[in-house]
T-cell receptor, first 114, second 111 residues
Framework: EAGVVQSPRYKIIEKKQPVAFWCNPISGHNTLYWYLQNLGQGPELLIRYENEEAVDDSQLPKDRFSAERLKGVDSTLKIQPAELGDSAVYLC????????????FGQGTRLTVV | GEDVEQSLFLSVREGDSSVINCTYTDSSSTYLYWYKQEPGAGLQLLTYIFSNMDMKQDQRLTVLLNKKDKHLSLRIADTQTGDSAIYFCAGQAGNTGKLIFGQGTTLQVKP
């Protein structure tokens, strides 16, 4: 069974440009998470979806970040415009449901803003 | 909210036991997790423990939980060079599925 798939693996962009990340969760997983991992830190939750509904987006900087999960399957995370401080790894994870279940992580997208 | 802290670095010799420690603040965390992250990879769930347990053993891994002191540890027996990675402790915020991670402990295993 395929795991959580993210693309691209790496992205280098100039500041003020837009960027988008894509995530395909494990089939059948209703809950999808986007985490931000800065260098030398643990991941921090940006947004959590239950099916197509964003149930926790309190940590998402809404002035420049947006996310969607149309049809409750794939998800995209967008930054517009990107800033130097957005350089980090963006991790997607999915689980069967929210609450206490195992979350499986993708390999992440490493973003470098120059 | 939940805060999770870990020591940053641990170095051991191959074949020795490794003990990685973690402290957390939210006593309502239902589950506590240990994840492993190898360079350039995502996070892999190693094991987890329910908050009403004191200990859980899974092959070479032993998790100890001291709820009174809010202290969690991961012991890796017979540590191998392939165990070299960053290990993250994480607590679950209530029943939301949201994980609060520590900053990670880099485990270096010397041959």
């Amino acid at each position: 069974e395929a795991g959580v798939v993210q693309s691209p693996r790496y992205k280098i962009i100039e500041k003020k440009q837009p960027v988008a990340f894509w995530c395909n969760p494990i089939s059948g997983h209703n809950t999808l998470y986007w985490y931000l991992q800065n260098l030398g830190q643990g991941p921090e939750l940006l947004i959590r979806y239950e099916n197509e509904e964003a149930v926790d987006d309190s940590q998402l900087p809404k002035d420049r970040f947006s996310a969607e999960r149309l049809k409750g399957v794939d998800s995209t995370l967008k930054i517009q415009p990107a800033e130097l401080g957005d350089s980090a790894v963006y991790l997607c994870a999915s689980s069967l449901e929210g609450g206490v279940t195992e979350a499986f992580f993708g390999q992440g997208t490493r973003l470098t803003v120059v | 909210g939940e805060d999770v802290e870990q020591s940053l670095f641990l170095s051991v010799r191959e074949g020795d036991s490794s003990v990685i420690n973690c402290t957390y603040t939210d006593s309502s965390s239902t589950y506590l997790y240990w994840y492993k992250q190898e360079p350039g990879a995502g996070l892999q769930l190693l094991t987890y423990i329910f908050s009403n347990m004191d200990m859980k053993q899974d092959q070479r891994l032993t998790v100890l939980l001291n709820k009174k002191d809010k202290h969690l540890s991961l012991r890796i027996a017979d540590t191998q060079t392939g165990d070299s990675a960053i290990y993250f402790c994480a607590g679950q915020a209530g029943n939301t599925g949201k994980l609060i991670f520590g900053q990670g402990t880099t485990l270096q295993v010397k041959p």
